[in-house]
T-cell receptor, first 112, second 113 residues
């Protein structure tokens, strides 16, 4: 049973470019969560999605960040016009209703 | 503001000893509690979860929950060098809704051979 799959593992973008992070949840999981983790900081909730719906985006910056989980295909976290402060590890997690979260291996975004 | 507190460590124990990791939380109504292990540069990995007061054992790991005192702990018996990692405590104040998880900053554990 494949786990949560994230790609790319590492992503380098210049300031002003777009970053697109992908996440395929575990088989049977319909709930997807995106977290950001900065060095020496804890996991910060960004957004929670179910298929075709954003349920809670209270942790996501209002500008430049967006997320989707289409009917077909992976969930996408999109960061437009990246800045150096966006450099972080971005983790996707999935679960079934009420069950513990399972995390993917993360995408390490570096903005130069 | 709801908080989860962990001693950042590092906690250093010799191989074969019991490692005891503690976590306190502020929301008395919290429903479920999780321990994750995170190796440097890797993703968090679920170790244990516990919903009811008392102890829950899984192999070398035991989670202990005391809702009256608002703390949850993780005991690792017969610690191995491979247990060296950061252990994250997460608390869910909402029984059916994982997006409310509140995370501690983690305790760094070093098991010395």
């Amino acid at each position: 049973n494949a786990g949560v799959m994230q790609n790319p593992r590492h992503l380098v973008r210049r300031r002003g470019q777009e970053a697109r992070l992908r996440c395929s949840p575990m088989k049977g999981h319909s709930h997807v969560y995106w977290y950001r983790q900065l060095p020496e900081e804890g996991l910060k909730f960004m957004v929670y999605l179910q298929k075709e719906n954003i349920i809670d985006e209270s942790g996501m910056p209002k500008e430049r960040f967006s997320a989707e989980f289409p009917k077909e295909g992976p969930s996408i976290l999109r960061i437009q016009q990246v800045v150096r402060g966006d450099s972080a590890a971005y983790f996707c997690a999935s679960s079934s209703q009420g069950a513990p979260l399972h995390f993917g291996n993360g995408t390490r975004l570096t903005v130069t | 503001q709801k908080e989860v507190e962990q001693n950042s460590g590092p906690l250093s124990v010799p191989e074969g000893a019991i490692a005891s990791l503690n976590c306190t939380y502020s929301d008395r109504g919290s429903q479920s509690f999780f321990w994750y292990r995170q190796y440097s540069g890797k993703s968090p990995e679920l170790i244990m979860f516990i919903y009811s007061n008392g102890d829950k054992e899984d192999g070398r790991f035991t989670a202990q929950l005391n809702k009256a005192s608002q703390y949850v702990s993780l005991l690792i018996r017969d610690s191995q060098p491979s247990d060296s990692a950061t252990y994250l405590c997460a608390v869910n104040p909402d029984a059916g809704n994982n997006r409310k998880l509140i995370w501690g900053l983690g305790t760094s554990l070093a098991v010395n051979p």
